[in-house]
Structure formats: structure tokens, C-alpha cells
């Protein structure tokens, strides 16, 4: 009925990593019907960490069987039988992707001793196999190898089958159990308490640091998809590993749940998130007066204490805006530093070439509009065309008596970047109707 198994490795994760040992007993539930151990040759060193930890040496696995050789045997041991391991995704991993590089799929159902400890044991101090053996008072003579582990485990689970006296193994093993599929140390009313909405989910280390941020429109339904799965990427793994808990966020729709990944991501740099972990350069097109008393536009890097009079993401992009103002109000590039040499002509008068500048001002002003999306019960705020804040207001306003400064004390200030500009692009044109313009 149960094949419990325990492996040691190289080191590193399932994809990369390789087993140098492993140990199936074969267990009724009762007793053990039979147990097959072997060293495996990995045909990649051993780190010398692990040699250390296990006592597996690279001499001792030279002229071991390839795990090819033996995969034909694992597979007829574990087919028919429910996969039992000490964190069991961590061994049912490696054991996957071994036998998929053989040319043979195993889908077996799955149970983790931890986690089942947790339920038939709780409040002991620690639940690693070295950890619940002594508490336990188990035999467990050879720690880090995998036939004395694998043996280990078989008299846990036989303490747990006895002290089950709530049913906890039936209802694991009906079914597909989140229990299965969870990483070890998340307890289960985590995930039970996440609900079928939109959101931002957030993945915790054992020092309480966040290491993954996620946005969802269903966020039960997307932090399964990271565990359930038989995936055996290095991503995958490192989860299973280092995820202890679990919080989230509800937001009113997969686009404000956009915008706060987007924010939390930036603000929090987490060590598992790839896409939108980038410096972004910013360039502003800023005004001033010289000593001569000429109004002047510039474009320079951003400059958090100067408020630019337009944001841009691109120098290309701040050098066409600038270029295409030159041209409208009759603009002389080498007062807006876009030509460094002096023209040949005598410059303007200061007041007739000031009003130019203005105009031109005014009609980047006239552009850069100040409106709120209403999305669900959230507010998005936009100031002369840049995201300033978001979140919900407590006692909600008619539409009409929605001012500016109503939502300035009431939603969160958040910077933009460029990701939450073109989502408020996009979402403005998809859903004007969702849109509160106030005048500048």
C-alpha cells in the first residue's frame, strides 16, 4: 500500500542535482513487506557539504549502478503504491525527474510525514526526521543515509497510523489533499483562509521575509498552481523549501491587484520575482529662468525634489516631446539646450520669447490631465498625468462632490513606474466610462 522513501543527493534541485542513494521500504500499513536500497553513480561530483553531511563519498558511488540501470525496478516498487517521504515533495521531485529522464511518467499519489505530524503531534519543538525521532524516542542509528532515514520514517508513520484518532491520514489520502501538495511548514488554515478572489499573495521565508509577490484575479486558485504542480525547476523547489507562510491582500479587480504587485515588487525587491526588477532611469522636463531672464526648458534625470513639469521614461522619448514643442511654439533649441551651439541671430526679446514658453507649458498642462478611476471600490488617483495613490474611501461620496483633495487624505501615496503608467493607460482607454476627470 505505501512505499516510503527516502534519497540523498549532490546537492542543489531536482533538475540539476543528482541521487547517490536511495531507500524504498514497502509497508502494508502494519509491517514491512520488503526494503530495496542501492548507491547510485549521479556522474557529477558530489559537493563536498553533502559528503561531509551524508558520508557518501565520490569513491563510494564510482562504480555504483546509473540510476538508469535501476529505474526499471524503482518504478514497478513505486507504481501501485502511495509515495511516502520526510517532505515528501522534495524526494518525489528528484525521483520524478529521474525516472522522466529514463523515459517513464510517475504520478503517484503522495503523503508527507511532516505535515501529518503537525496534525497527530502538534506543538512539538521541531518536526525534522532528526528532531521528532529523538522526541519520539525512534531509533534513528544512520542519519543522512537513505536507508537509515527511510526506516526512521516507517516507525513515525507507525506512530502516526496508531495515534491517528482523528482520521487525518484517511482525509489526506482521499482525493487530491492540499496536505499533498503544500510545502511542509505552511499550515493548512493559511491556504484554507485565501479566498476566490482578486489580490495580491505574498510568500514568506522562516525569517519572516518576504520572498515572492504574486497578483491574481482568483488568488486561491493562482498560489495552488505554484504547488500543485510536479514541476522540478530550481523556482519550484527553492519554494517548496524556503515558503513558511502565506498573506495576501483582496483588491476589487485583477487591475488594481496589478498595480499593488507592481508597487510591492519595487518597494520590496523579493528574492523569487524576476520581471519588473530593474532600475528604471527617469528623465523630467523641467523649467527654470536664467541670469539673463529667458524662461528655459530642460530635460535632465529624474529629481525626486523638483517637480518636473512632464515624466518620461526614455530620453528619446523627452527629446521628441521637447522637439515637437520647439516646433509648435517656435522654441529656440539652444535655449532648451538641444543645440549646444549659440545661433547666428539675435535672440528675442525676453518677454515676447517668455510667452512662448509659457504657451507651450500650458499646453503640456492641458495634456497632462488629473482624473480617478473608479474601480470597484478602489480609487485610482492621477495628477497632471502621473499615478499619485490608491485605495478605498471610508464613507463614499456622490460622484459629483468627488474632489482632488478628498482622495489626496484618503488613498495611500504611491511612486509610479513605468509598468503601473502603461496599465492606467491601457485600462483609461479599454474602460472610459470608469473614469472621473477633474479640472486642473
Given at each position: 500500500?505505501?512505499?516510503?522513501?527516502?534519497?540523498?543527493?549532490?546537492?542543489?534541485?531536482?533538475?540539476?542535482?543528482?541521487?547517490?542513494?536511495?531507500?524504498?521500504?514497502?509497508?502494508?500499513?502494519?509491517?514491512?513487506?520488503?526494503?530495496?536500497?542501492?548507491?547510485?553513480?549521479?556522474?557529477?561530483?558530489?559537493?563536498?557539504?553533502?559528503?561531509?553531511?551524508?558520508?557518501?563519498?565520490?569513491?563510494?558511488?564510482?562504480?555504483?549502478?546509473?540510476?538508469?540501470?535501476?529505474?526499471?525496478?524503482?518504478?514497478?516498487?513505486?507504481?501501485?503504491?502511495?509515495?511516502?517521504?520526510?517532505?515528501?515533495?522534495?524526494?518525489?521531485?528528484?525521483?520524478?525527474?529521474?525516472?522522466?529522464?529514463?523515459?517513464?511518467?510517475l504520478n503517484t499519489q503522495k503523503?508527507?510525514?511532516?505535515?501529518?505530524?503537525?496534525?497527530?503531534?502538534?506543538?512539538l519543538p521541531k518536526y525534522g526526521?532528526?528532531?521528532?525521532?529523538?522526541?519520539?524516542?525512534?531509533?534513528?542509528?544512520?542519519?543522512?543515509?537513505?536507508?537509515?532515514?527511510?526506516?526512521?520514517?516507517?516507525?513515525?508513520?507507525?506512530?502516526?497510523?496508531?495515534?491517528?484518532?482523528?482520521?487525518?491520514?484517511?482525509?489526506m489520502m482521499k482525493g487530491r489533499?492540499?496536505?499533498?501538495?503544500?510545502?511542509?511548514?505552511?499550515?493548512?488554515?493559511?491556504?484554507?483562509?485565501?479566498?476566490?478572489?482578486?489580490?495580491?499573495?505574498?510568500?514568506?521565508?522562516?525569517?519572516?521575509?518576504?520572498?515572492?509577490?504574486?497578483?491574481?484575479?482568483?488568488?486561491?486558485?493562482?498560489?495552488?498552481?505554484?504547488?500543485?504542480?510536479?514541476?522540478?525547476?530550481?523556482?519550484?523547489?527553492?519554494?517548496?523549501?524556503?515558503?513558511?507562510?502565506?498573506?495576501?491582500?483582496?483588491?476589487?479587480?485583477?487591475?488594481?491587484?496589478?498595480?499593488?504587485?507592481?508597487?510591492?515588487?519595487?518597494?520590496?525587491?523579493?528574492?523569487?520575482?524576476?520581471?519588473?526588477?530593474?532600475?528604471?532611469?527617469?528623465?523630467?522636463?523641467?523649467?527654470?529662468?536664467?541670469?539673463?531672464?529667458?524662461?528655459?526648458?530642460?530635460?535632465?534625470?529624474?529629481?525626486?525634489?523638483?517637480?518636473?513639469?512632464?515624466?518620461?521614461?526614455?530620453?528619446?522619448?523627452?527629446?521628441?516631446?521637447?522637439?515637437?514643442?520647439?516646433?509648435?511654439?517656435?522654441?529656440?533649441?539652444?535655449?532648451?539646450?538641444?543645440?549646444?551651439?549659440?545661433?547666428?541671430?539675435?535672440?528675442?526679446?525676453?518677454?515676447?520669447?517668455?510667452?512662448?514658453?509659457?504657451?507651450?507649458?500650458?499646453?503640456?498642462?492641458?495634456?497632462?490631465?488629473?482624473?480617478?478611476?473608479?474601480?470597484?471600490?478602489?480609487?485610482?488617483?492621477?495628477?497632471?498625468?502621473?499615478?499619485?495613490?490608491?485605495?478605498?474611501?471610508?464613507?463614499?461620496?456622490?460622484?459629483?462632490?468627488?474632489?482632488?483633495?478628498?482622495?489626496?487624505?484618503?488613498?495611500?501615496?504611491?511612486?509610479?513606474?513605468?509598468?503601473?503608467?502603461?496599465?492606467?493607460?491601457?485600462?483609461?482607454?479599454?474602460?472610459?466610462?470608469?473614469?472621473?476627470?477633474?479640472?486642473?
Open positions: 500500500m505505501f512505499a516510503i522513501v527516502d534519497i540523498e543527493t549532490t546537492g542543489g534541485h531536482a533538475h540539476n542535482g543528482g541521487i547517490t542513494e536511495i531507500a524504498i521500504v514497502l509497508f502494508d500499513g502494519k509491517k514491512i513487506e520488503g526494503v530495496y536500497e542501492t548507491l547510485i553513480n549521479p556522474q557529477m561530483p558530489i559537493q563536498p557539504f553533502v559528503q561531509t553531511l551524508t558520508g557518501i563519498t565520490n569513491a563510494m558511488v564510482a562504480n555504483a549502478p546509473l540510476f538508469s540501470a535501476v529505474a526499471p525496478h524503482i518504478y514497478h516498487l513505486l507504481k501501485d503504491r502511495i509515495f511516502v517521504a520526510h517532505n515528501v515533495n522534495f524526494d518525489y521531485a528528484f525521483v520524478k525527474q529521474h525516472l522522466n529522464a529514463c523515459g517513464i511518467e503523503l508527507c510525514t511532516i505535515r501529518l505530524s503537525r496534525k497527530i503531534f502538534p506543538g526526521l532528526g528532531s521528532i525521532c529523538k522526541t519520539l524516542q525512534i531509533n534513528h542509528s544512520q542519519q543522512h543515509r537513505a536507508s537509515g532515514d527511510a526506516l526512521a520514517t516507517t516507525e513515525l508513520f507507525k506512530l502516526l497510523i496508531q495515534n491517528d484518532k482523528s482520521g487525518n491520514l484517511q482525509k489533499s492540499i496536505a499533498t501538495y503544500l510545502p511542509p511548514h505552511i499550515p493548512e488554515e493559511q491556504f484554507i483562509n485565501i479566498p476566490e478572489k482578486p489580490g495580491v499573495y505574498y510568500f514568506y521565508n522562516q525569517q519572516k521575509k518576504i520572498i515572492y509577490v504574486g497578483k491574481a484575479k482568483n488568488l486561491k486558485k493562482r498560489v495552488t498552481q505554484h504547488f500543485a504542480n510536479n514541476k522540478t525547476t530550481a523556482q519550484k523547489q527553492a519554494f517548496l523549501r524556503e515558503v513558511y507562510a502565506i498573506e495576501f491582500n483582496v483588491c476589487s479587480s485583477e487591475f488594481t491587484a496589478a498595480i499593488l504587485e507592481s508597487i510591492e515588487i519595487k518597494k520590496r525587491w523579493p528574492k523569487y520575482n524576476k520581471s519588473q526588477k530593474f532600475k528604471e532611469q527617469k528623465f523630467g522636463l523641467y523649467h527654470f529662468i536664467d541670469n539673463k531672464g529667458y524662461e528655459r526648458l530642460a530635460i535632465d534625470k529624474w529629481k525626486k525634489q523638483l517637480n518636473p513639469l512632464a515624466a518620461f521614461s526614455y530620453i528619446t522619448e523627452a527629446n521628441n516631446c521637447l522637439w515637437n514643442l520647439i516646433h509648435e511654439f517656435e522654441l529656440i533649441p539652444y535655449l532648451c539646450f538641444l543645440d549646444k551651439n549659440e545661433p547666428d541671430y539675435p535672440l528675442p526679446d525676453t518677454f515676447e520669447y517668455n510667452a512662448r514658453v509659457k504657451k507651450a507649458i500650458q499646453s503640456l498642462e492641458a495634456q497632462a490631465i488629473t482624473c480617478s478611476i473608479k474601480d470597484g471600490s478602489h480609487y485610482i488617483l492621477i495628477e497632471k498625468g502621473m499615478f499619485t495613490g490608491m485605495g478605498t474611501l471610508q464613507n463614499e461620496p456622490e460622484q459629483t462632490a468627488l474632489t482632488v483633495e478628498m482622495l489626496k487624505n484618503a488613498l495611500t501615496p504611491y511612486p509610479e513606474n513605468d509598468v503601473i503608467k502603461h496599465l492606467i493607460q491601457q485600462y483609461i482607454r479599454n474602460y472610459p466610462e470608469q473614469v472621473i476627470y477633474f479640472n486642473n
